[in-house]
């Protein structure tokens, strides 16, 4: 059974032209230059390949920056959020070079939410959630505590 799954997966591969029938394509075609096969020059054919190459690089280089930029981001919330750091992650920008910072739509994002909780910590973000709030709940909790520390000082107190 193994060896019927092994011939069949192997004839699909050589259907796909992926390989594993290389001996049946060179009695077929006669020629083994990769070149003519693409219906190209010698010359032709290495400019393409180093064009290929050279973009393949581009592509690497771009990707390794925005891992670096990504991961600098995750170092700055992680310090922002006192949350352990990470060797990957001190990795990733080490491989990304000296010039790695966080995108600056990422940056925008980060401030934008700086801002809200700066804004939420301060007075006026206090004073605007009073607001938001029911009127009645919060009477309703300040009775609830005023009965509740008279209570505990009635019961510690045998004079009041």
């Known amino acids: 059974m193994a060896f019927f799954m092994k011939s069949m997966i192997s004839s699909q591969i050589k259907n ?9 394509k060179k009695e077929e075609g006669g020629t083994s230059d990769p070149a003519a096969a693409q219906g190209m020059t010698r010359e032709e054919y290495e400019e ?10 581009e592509r690497d280089a771009t990707f390794t920056q925005k891992k670096a930029e990504r991961a600098c981001l995750r170092v700055h919330l992680r310090e922002k959020y006192r949350l352990p750091k990470s060797e990957m992650d001190e990795t990733q920008i080490q491989l990304g070079g000296d010039d790695v910072d ?11 939410d700086q801002e809200e909780e700066e804004d939420k910590d301060s007075i006026l973000g206090q004073l605007q959630n009073l607001q938001n709030m029911d009127l009645d709940t919060i009477k309703e909790k300040a009775q609830a505590t005023f009965t509740e520390i008279k209570q505990t000082a009635e019961q510690k107190c045998s004079v009041m």
């Open 16 to 24: 796909l032209g992926l390989g594993g029938g290389s001996e049946e």
């Open 48 to 57: 393409y390949q180093k064009q290929m190459i050279e973009e393949k690089m």
């Open 102 to 112: 966080v995108p600056e739509d990422l940056r925008k994002m980060v401030d934008e």
